[in-house]
């Protein structure tokens, strides 16, 4: 009898340790998450590698980052004028392919379209 009632003991010993474990381990994986992968916003950018690799002092720096600040704003300017155009293609494109679904296929399209333009606007805030 006592040898049982060691031996459940025992039992749910082992079952409390390795519960525990399991959460002490998925608390330990979350804070780390959070404290180390949260910290990174993503991956360097083409100037902080140049930085980086060419070990360049706080004014260069200053002075590469009002550069690709300045050159990035001038391709925003020349690609702005496509975007219309851009859109117009996309919304032509769509057009062709509702006139060749049938009824059935159209409202999934427009499921798919809505997820497609929610991503693809999620993309561009990231940007």
């Known amino acids: 009898m006592q040898a049982t009632k060691a031996r459940s003991e025992a039992a749910v010993l082992v079952v409390v340790v390795f519960l525990l474990g399991v959460v002490l381990g998925g608390l330990g994986t979350y804070l780390w998450g959070q404290?180390?992968?949260?910290?990174?916003i993503g991956p360097?950018?083409?100037a902080q590698i140049l930085m980086r690799e060419l070990e360049?002092?706080?004014?260069?720096q200053k002075q590469l980052t009002a550069i690709t600040e300045?050159?990035?704003a001038k391709l925003r300017a020349l690609y702005l004028p496509l975007a219309a155009q851009r859109e117009q293609i996309r919304e032509q494109s769509r057009e062709r392919i509702r006139a060749i679904l049938t009824r059935e296929q159209q409202p999934r399209f427009e499921q798919f379209l809505q997820r497609f333009d929610e991503q693809r606007?999620?993309?561009a805030e990231r940007r």
């Not at 404290?35 to 990174?40: K, T």
């Not at 360049?56 to 260069?60: E, G, K, P, R, V």
């Open 35 to 40: 404290r180390v992968w949260g910290m990174r």
């Open 44 to 46: 360097p950018t083409h």
């Open 56 to 60: 360049l002092t706080s004014d260069q």
């Open 70 to 72: 300045d050159t990035q």
């Open 121 to 123: 606007k999620k993309d």
